[in-house]
């Protein structure tokens, strides 16, 4: 799979170990949320290593019907070379929460890139949470993910992205020392209709991410797409104000995103636990003004 982004032109060259793409490194991940009585089911499960699911559990207790998937990988993390393709539906009615078992390790590279792609598609009263655990980039690592969303006007997707600046405590630390991170998401109504294109590119080797105006003194950023219909995401919106906390070292805030298409939420900080904290905050405002249904404490070991 070829990426065409300008940003990875110099990182054309194959690795020495496994080829692009081969044997172990075309990842792929496809699965299906369905509605049956009165919860929801996952109803189609395709997975290829290191890619992983097992089977939903019915462990939130705000949200019974809820299925909550955990995406494992069998790798010790990604490497140079690897691709991954993801594919998320839920049907008309349904619900799911898709999460990863731990954060994703972008291993040190000194050869190709890694290219993620995510198809996620909502149909009528769909409702998805996809939160996966923190992205943790190595030096000199280099990831490129592209998002495609498709969801219709009356579904929601509650999506968030959290990015570390990297392996901050390992020896002297890689404070912001991988090569490129570049996020794209795209969402569209299903009939091609645009809402929006975002797209954030971070190149640490030729701009600074610590200057002001950029990250500065925070080490840590997520950033939550909620697309939902406009009388649910108004109200949301009245209720995050911009919050920026120098004391515990965390700023916060939502704007609205074009063509009525929902909220963007975005924290800095520095450290994960705070970030975490943040997004949860934010889902426990959204799942209730749109489901009707709480978000249950934390785990106390989370």
Same mark, same amino acid.
């Given at each position: 799979?070829?990426?065409?982004?300008?940003?990875?032109?110099?990182?054309? %060259?194959?690795?020495?170990?496994?080829? +692009?793409?081969?044997?172990?490194?075309?990842?792929?991940?496809?699965?299906?949320?369905?509605?049956?009585?009165?919860?929801? @089911?996952?109803?189609?499960?395709? $997975?290829?290593?290191?890619?992983?699911?097992?089977?939903?559990?019915?462990?939130?207790?705000?949200?019974? !019907?809820?299925?909550?998937?955990?995406?494992?990988?069998?790798?010790?993390?990604?490497?140079? !070379?690897?691709?991954?393709?993801? /594919?998320?539906?839920? !049907?008309?009615?349904?619900?799911?929460?898709?999460?990863?078992?731990?954060?994703?390790?972008?291993?040190?590279?000194?050869?190709?890139?890694?290219?993620?792609?995510? &198809?996620?598609?909502? %149909?009528?009263?769909?409702?998805?949470?996809?939160?996966?655990?923190?992205?943790?980039?190595? $030096?000199?690592?280099?990831?490129?993910?592209? +998002?495609?969303?498709?969801?219709?006007?009356?579904?929601?997707?509650?999506?968030?992205?959290?990015?570390?600046?990297?392996?901050? *405590?390992?020896? %002297?630390?890689?404070?912001? #020392?991988? &090569?490129?991170?570049?996020?794209?998401?795209?969402? /569209?109504?299903?009939?091609?209709?645009?809402?929006?294109?975002?797209? *954030?590119?971070? /190149?640490?080797?030729?701009?600074?991410?610590? $200057?002001? =105006?950029?990250?500065? %003194?925070? +080490?840590?950023? =997520?950033?939550?797409?909620?697309?939902?219909?406009?009388?649910?995401?108004?109200?949301?919106?009245?209720?995050?104000?911009?919050?920026?906390?120098?004391? #515990? $070292?965390?700023?916060?805030?939502?704007?609205?995103?074009?063509?009525?298409?929902?909220? @963007?939420?975005?924290?800095?900080? +520095?450290?994960? !636990?705070?970030?975490?904290?943040?997004?949860?905050?934010?889902?426990?405002?959204?799942?209730? #003004?749109?489901? =009707?249904?709480?978000?249950?404490?934390?785990?106390?070991?989370?």
């Amino acid at each position: 799979m070829k990426v065409l982004a300008p940003e990875l032109d110099l990182y054309q %060259d194959e690795p020495r170990q496994l080829p +692009t793409g081969g044997l172990g490194k075309d990842a792929l991940l496809r699965l299906r949320f369905e509605a049956r009585h009165d919860r929801s @089911i996952l109803s189609f499960m395709e $997975r290829r290593a290191p890619l992983l699911v097992q089977k939903a559990l019915y462990c939130d207790e705000g949200m019974p !019907g809820l299925p909550v998937v955990y995406i494992i990988s069998t790798s010790g993390g990604v490497l140079q !070379g690897d691709r991954y393709a993801m /594919e998320f539906s839920v !049907g008309p009615g349904a619900c799911g929460h898709i999460t990863t078992q731990a954060s994703t390790k972008i291993h040190e590279m000194d050869a190709n890139y890694v290219a993620q792609t995510q &198809d996620i598609t909502l %149909d009528d009263g769909a409702y998805l949470e996809y939160l996966p655990e923190s992205i943790i980039p190595f $030096r000199h690592s280099r990831f490129h993910t592209f +998002t495609r969303i498709r969801l219709a006007a009356t579904a929601t997707l509650f999506y968030a992205e959290t990015l570390t600046g990297g392996r901050l *405590y390992y020896r %002297d630390g890689e404070k912001f #020392q991988f &090569d490129v991170f570049s996020s794209t998401v795209n969402a /569209e109504r299903p009939d091609g209709s645009k809402l929006f294109t975002e797209k *954030y590119l971070l /190149e640490p080797p030729g701009s600074s991410l610590s $200057r002001l =105006g950029i990250m500065g %003194d925070f +080490t840590m950023f =997520g950033n939550v797409i909620l697309l939902t219909p406009p009388e649910h995401s108004d109200s949301i919106h009245l209720r995050v104000p911009a919050v920026w906390n120098k004391e #515990q $070292r965390w700023a916060a805030g939502a704007s609205r995103l074009p063509n009525n298409a929902g909220l @963007i939420y975005r924290v800095l900080a +520095t450290e994960s !636990g705070i970030v975490r904290a943040k997004v949860r905050e934010f889902l426990s405002l959204a799942r209730p #003004q749109i489901t =009707g249904f709480e978000v249950p404490s934390e785990f106390p070991w989370r």
